[in-house]
């Protein structure tokens, strides 16, 4: 306990986090997942915090986008977009935990950054929310979904190309 009392504040708030918005994701959907479920999001929440750069991470964010598909009875339900919110938020959380030792502080302008990011990245929710909703009373169409995913990672890849820095030599 003498480790977590040397950790700065913002470094602090941002773990904590880490903890708990999976579980506020979780609670998004207004019903009550398994007690064990909970458990194990809450320790590897945990492990998450103390090492923000393990795979934990991604395996909480990924349970409870698995949960909320497989378990919950209506996925569409508007809790969805706090879920969303949470998970961003998460993400925002981890990498402004992993920008160094729990020591040292988070600085306002790499938060204010990540912040930002987040809230712009938040706002494809609500658009893929009512895009789901609309569709939803839809036949099926395998090839709208197939047409959708490419679509959507030509997109990733062109904006990962367009915004990746040019390398400098030293």
């Known amino acids: 306990m ?3 009392r040397r950790w700065s504040r913002s470094a602090l708030l941002a773990r904590t986090l880490l903890v708990v918005l999976p579980v506020v994701a979780v609670a998004a959907a207004w019903q009550p997942p ?3 479920f909970v458990v194990v999001l809450v320790v590897l929440g ?3 915090a103390a090492m923000p750069e393990s795979p934990a991470g991604p395996v909480v964010v990924l349970l409870v986008v698995a949960w909320w598909g497989a378990r919950v009875d209506d996925p569409l339900a508007p809790g969805v977009l706090v879920a969303a919110a949470a998970l961003v938020g998460a993400h925002v959380a981890g990498v402004l935990a992993s920008y160094g030792p729990a020591r040292m502080p988070i600085g306002r302008a790499p938060a204010w950054l990540w912040v930002r990011r987040g809230l712009l990245a938040w706002l494809v929710a ?3 929310w009512l895009a789901a909703r609309a ?3 839809a036949p099926d169409q395998p090839t709208l979904w197939t047409v959708a995913l490419v679509t959507v990672a030509a997109l990733v890849v062109a904006a990962g190309m367009a915004l990746r ?3 400098t030599d030293v």
Do not use: H, K, M, S
Request: hydrophobic residues 55%.
């Open 135 to 137: 569709l939803d009373d």
């Open 2 to 4: 003498n480790v977590v």
């Open 46 to 48: 945990g492990l998450w």
């Open 34 to 36: 398994a007690a064990p």
């Open 126 to 128: 609500p658009l893929a």
């Open 165 to 167: 820095e040019a390398p």
